[in-house]
């Protein structure tokens, strides 16, 4: 079994930066796709930004596209979110994810049998 920890939410102004952080145990994940979806109160979860162990490619939504980078250090099974230039229609609870039969980083949330709990962001304008 996969274990998913996410840190580094918090609440900051339109404009500024964070860095989320996933740490995954239980196994390694360097043959594991990784991905990072959100959930905003009263929609539905979201692909942000996915990496693709097989072809290395790092995939994102066109809302966060320029703004956010997926980073990950395989060997130390844990993947960072830098989000720069934060906007309020950022908002929303941050989740990490992770499988390994995921093909070339999946943007649906379904594929992704591994999950973290969740960390809040909130961006106040």
Do not use: H
């Not at 339109?14 to 996933?22: E, T, V």
């Not at 043959?31 to 072809?55: H, L």
């Not at 309020?88 to 649906?108: F, H, K």
């Amino acid at each position: 079994q996969v274990q998913l920890v996410e840190s580094g939410g918090g609440l900051v102004q339109a404009g500024d930066s964070l860095r989320l952080c996933c740490t995954g145990t239980g196994r390694i994940l360097s043959r594991y796709d990784m991905a990072w979806f959100r959930q905003a109160p009263g929609q539905e979860r979201k692909f942000v930004a996915s990496s693709s162990w097989s072809n290395g490619n790092t995939y994102y939504a066109d809302s966060v596209k320029g703004r956010f980078t997926l980073s990950r250090n395989s060997a130390k099974n844990v993947a960072w979110l830098q989000m720069n230039n934060l906007k309020p229609n950022d908002t929303a609870i941050y989740y990490c994810a992770a499988d390994s039969a995921v093909q070339d980083g999946s943007t649906e949330w379904i594929e992704y049998s591994y999950w973290g709990q969740g960390t809040q962001v909130t961006v106040s304008s």
